[in-house]
């Protein structure tokens, strides 16, 4: 029997009834479904709406169908309706009548609503316990490498000389911003909308706060419209969810490229490689690819929901059921990537002398050579252009800049001396970069402390991480 029955003189067909039902994927919202009513219930009888022995028995035994559910004691009926239908109804079996009144000043618009933001709470704070942890990698393996020099790019050339460390803690800003973004969402995401019903409210002498309270939210949403129609909160998630897989994605384009032979500055633990069936040879960075791979599926869901809401007039529309299949998958591909790849980048074994050879080469201190001109007094332009001209002439000799002697230095400019050797020595390089921000080791040792202090505030305060 349908809850909403009354109005219908038959039966929905078969075809429409499975079309319409929810339940096969908003079933994993159980949990926060049955917490939402619970503190309904309460606050039902706190307001004298109905008897306080009635709430105190529906609160109760919500719970007990909690823990029934939680310990696989309670089955999912395929033929229901949706999860909040499914467990008003195993409410009435265990408890009758007074089970009924537990939608009292309610609309399942609200409470569909509520679970979704309970869910993606609940979810954000697991994704950022995966964050934390893969940053706390990143960290550690960047302390470990901080004289480890290796060729920067750019266009994916050979650019300037940084380290290991410096490349390392680039992908730590990146998922240092994935959390804050994250604690973003989770703020326009804690709005309580109970209390709006299907879309003007209630007549009933409701305690919103009451209920936010008890769910531990912080506000509650300020317009009934607003709070049954929106998804933003979804959708800013998904925007979130996207940029941290593009994260991820070019993490792993890196590794991919880097584990070639070609490059071989890292290898792959043989726990997150595969072999070729017909290759013997063969040692894939399968891990790295399915990852880079699985980005676009969290990209689907984002433009997905951004079509199902983008021309839906005020209130609720039954299209908007479409938001949460979107939005699990999405959750479940990161949940999926962040741990693997966690263990995937802590387990990497860095070939150090390969990337420092490569950072010797590609004519990564031609820069310094112009800086150094500069310090002499030559005007940058002409000094990038006197740089330049030795880069052709050492290709064509087939040497590196600091191969020169110090007669073919001064051939291009009277102000080289001795001391040029030293200025673009790969050490120099780098370590000659200590501004903040830079890749000498001493910025990028002040940079790692910075990170420990940010992931020791957000794991200890903020959201309960």
């Known amino acids: 029997m349908k809850l909403w029955g009354g109005r219908f003189l038959k039966n929905t067909d078969k075809m429409a009834d499975d079309f319409n039902s929810s339940f096969r ?81 309610r609309s399942r618009n609200e409470q569909v609503a509520l679970d979704f933001r309970m869910y993606i709470k609940d979810e954000i704070i697991n994704i950022r316990k995966m964050l934390i942890a893969l940053e706390k990698v990143l960290l550690e393996m960047a302390g470990k490498h901080l004289d480890a020099a290796m060729p920067g790019y750019t266009h994916l050339q050979r650019a300037q000389p940084v380290t290991f460390a410096h490349h390392l803690m680039a992908y730590f800003q990146m998922f240092r911003r994935d959390i804050e973004r994250l604690d973003d969402c989770f703020k326009r995401t804690d709005a309580m909308p109970l209390g709006s019903g299907a879309l003007a409210g209630t007549t009933y002498p409701i305690d919103r706060h009451m209920v936010a309270r008890e769910l531990g939210f912080s506000a509650i949403t300020e317009n009934s419209l607003d709070a049954v129609s929106d998804r933003d909160f979804a959708i800013e998630l998904l925007a979130c969810l996207s940029i941290l897989m593009m994260h991820l994605s070019r993490f792993c384009e890196e590794l991919v490229i880097w584990s070639s032979s070609e490059f071989g500055f890292v290898e792959m633990d043989d726990a997150y490689s595969t072999g070729s069936s017909i290759m013997p040879q063969k040692k894939n960075p399968d891990v790295a690819e399915l990852v880079r791979g699985k980005t676009g599926r969290v990209y689907g869901a984002l433009v997905a929901l951004l079509t199902v809401m983008k021309s839906l007039p005020l209130s609720y529309n039954k299209d908007m059921q479409e938001d949460k299949e979107a939005v699990f998958e999405a959750i479940d591909t990161v949940k999926a990537c962040l741990p693997v790849f966690t263990g995937m980048v802590s387990t990497l074994k860095i070939q150090a002398e390969n990337m420092r050879k490569a950072a010797q080469g590609g004519f990564s201190n031609a820069t310094d050579v112009a800086d150094y001109l500069a310090g002499k007094g030559v005007p940058f332009r002409t000094a990038h252009e006197i740089a330049g001209k030795m880069v052709v002439y050492c290709i064509d000799k087939g040497k590196n800049i600091d191969e020169m002697s110090i007669v073919e230095f001064k051939s291009f400019s009277d ?34 402390e910075s990170g420990a202090k940010f992931l020791e505030a957000a794991a200890n305060f903020g959201l309960k991480a």
């Open 25 to 105: 994927f908003d079933s994993r919202m159980y949990r926060q479904d049955i917490l939402g009513s619970a503190a309904h219930a309460a606050m039902l009888g706190k307001c004298g709406i109905i008897p306080e022995d009635e709430a105190v028995l529906i609160q109760k035994t919500l719970l007990d169908i909690l823990a029934d559910m939680d310990n696989g004691l309670i089955g999912f009926e395929e033929n229901a309706e949706d999860i909040h239908t499914y467990i008003e109804q195993l409410l009435v079996l265990r408890i009758g009548d007074a089970g009924k009144k537990l939608h009292t000043g």
């Open 415 to 448: 102000k080289f001396s001795e001391d040029i050797y030293e200025k673009i020595s790969l050490q120099k390089c780098i370590s000659g970069r200590n501004i903040p921000g830079g890749p000498a080791p001493q910025s990028v040792k002040a940079s790692i």
